[in-house]
């Protein structure tokens, strides 16, 4: 499926991004980034897909109940396998699912979504916050490593790549 091909790409350029990164340069906190670290915005695209996951069998996925481990956002390594197991997961059929958030009310919003829309909304995500990343990583002097298209829509890159023409 092109959808988790497109995931599996962006992951593999975080993954790339992670491994190229000097010690502690993942936990640093990055002035760039409001005092966040690369790491706070990995561990929050992992945490998403993990609410999708972990959604899908009993059909009812709520991004604001994650659980915020602190290991992801100290080890890259980790980050890493956990990425792995998610595009593991990912190649499943797609299926009607519930979508709640409470955006600050006391009752929670519903929706109804599927699996595949929300495997896009992910990826999107995950993208603008390799976005943030970039920033963080240019704060630590080693942006020269990303490729041109980390963190950057694949209709931006479509856009650009027609107006060079």
Aim: glycine share 6%; aromatic share 8%; charged share 20%.
């Amino acid at each position: 499926m092109k959808l988790v091909q497109a995931v599996q790409k962006v992951f593999g350029q975080l993954a790339t991004s992670l491994c190229q990164l000097q010690p502690g340069e993942y936990v640093q906190p990055s002035q760039a980034l409001s005092g966040h670290t690369i790491g706070q915005h990995v561990r929050h695209i992992i945490e998403l897909f993990q609410c999708l996951e972990n959604g899908y069998e009993g059909g009812l996925v709520n991004y604001e109940k994650r659980k915020r481990d602190p290991a992801i956002e100290k080890d890259p390594e980790l980050a890493c396998r956990l990425l792995e197991q998610i595009l593991a997961n990912l190649s499943r059929p797609d299926r009607p699912l519930v979508l709640e958030a409470s955006y600050e009310e006391d009752l929670p919003l519903v929706f109804s979504t599927n699996f595949y829309r929300e495997i896009a909304y992910n990826l999107e995500h995950t993208i603008h916050h390799m976005a943030l990343i970039r920033i963080g990583i240019r704060d630590t002097g080693s942006e020269q490593f990303l490729p041109e298209s980390y963190g950057i829509a694949s209709s931006t890159l479509q856009h650009r790549r027609e107006c060079a023409q």
